[in-house]
């Protein structure tokens, strides 16, 4: 595997389901981050993560919780989800904060 | 709030018809503005960044120029391959504590069609 992978590629989800998003880079970054992206609005920062420590958290609703277990993997823990939350979920690595982000092909999610 | 505007929205050529895709923003002390390629249904693909006004960056058929207030993506001779959604995005300046959280702010993108 290289770059940055996401697994499931595809999700339809219940309302009262749990479910978690993974996201592996392989690329030796330090930091990591979760993006939104709805159909015709720009990408929406969630999180972001360095060297495994939390940095940003956007004002997420805590329906999402997400996971940074080491420098390689990042988790997104979904549960109670609503029908607005159906979107394209992008995972992002960088080598550092504020260089350039290399994303994951995404989880398009579907609630229903 | 750091604002990000593209245009334009969307941007139809015929191959060969080379045009320029702009991107407008307003943040103070710039740390970097970013460009991306994104193809359907995939997440975006990492193309140039620009950090000062003068600055110019080329690949293949594309080229990013930047000026204090904007930055063009100048698309030469191009293919029907070159459809695709083009992101921008800025780095924001350092917080007040001194530490850079890295954050982007991307602006809506301008979807670009190549005919044949």
């Known amino acids: 595997e290289t770059g940055v992978t996401q697994t499931p590629r595809h999700l339809v989800m219940g309302m009262t389901n749990k479910k978690s998003l993974k996201c592996e880079q392989h690329?030796?970054?330090?930091?990591m981050y979760w993006y939104k992206q709805s159909a015709k609005k720009p990408l929406e920062l969630m999180f972001v993560?360095?060297?495994?420590?939390?940095?940003e958290n956007n004002s997420v609703p805590s329906r999402f919780s997400p996971e940074c277990p080491n420098s390689s993997h990042l988790f997104l823990h979904l549960h109670t989800l609503q029908p607005e939350d159906s979107a394209l979920y992008l995972c992002a690595s960088s080598p550092a904060l504020g260089d350039e982000q290399y994303f994951g092909p995404g989880t398009r999610l579907t609630v229903t | 709030e750091d604002q990000v505007t593209q245009s334009p929205e969307a941007l139809r050529l015929q191959e060969g018809e080379s045009s320029s895709l702009n991107c407008s923003y307003t943040?103070?002390?710039?740390?970097?503005l970013f460009w991306y390629r994104q193809d359907p249904g995939k997440g975006p693909e990492f193309l140039f960044t620009l950090y000062s006004a003068g600055e110019e960056k080329e690949k293949e058929r594309l080229k990013a120029t930047l000026t204090k207030k904007e930055s063009f993506l100048h698309i030469t001779a191009p293919k029907p391959e070159d459809s695709a959604t083009y992101l921008c995005a800025v780095r924001d300046p350092q917080n007040a504590g001194g530490t850079s959280y890295g954050k982007l702010t991307f602006g809506q993108g301008t979807i670009l069609t190549v005919h044949p």
């Open positions: 690329l030796g970054h330090n930091a």
């Open positions: 993560y360095s060297l495994e420590e939390r940095v």
């Open positions: 943040v103070s002390g710039l740390r970097g």
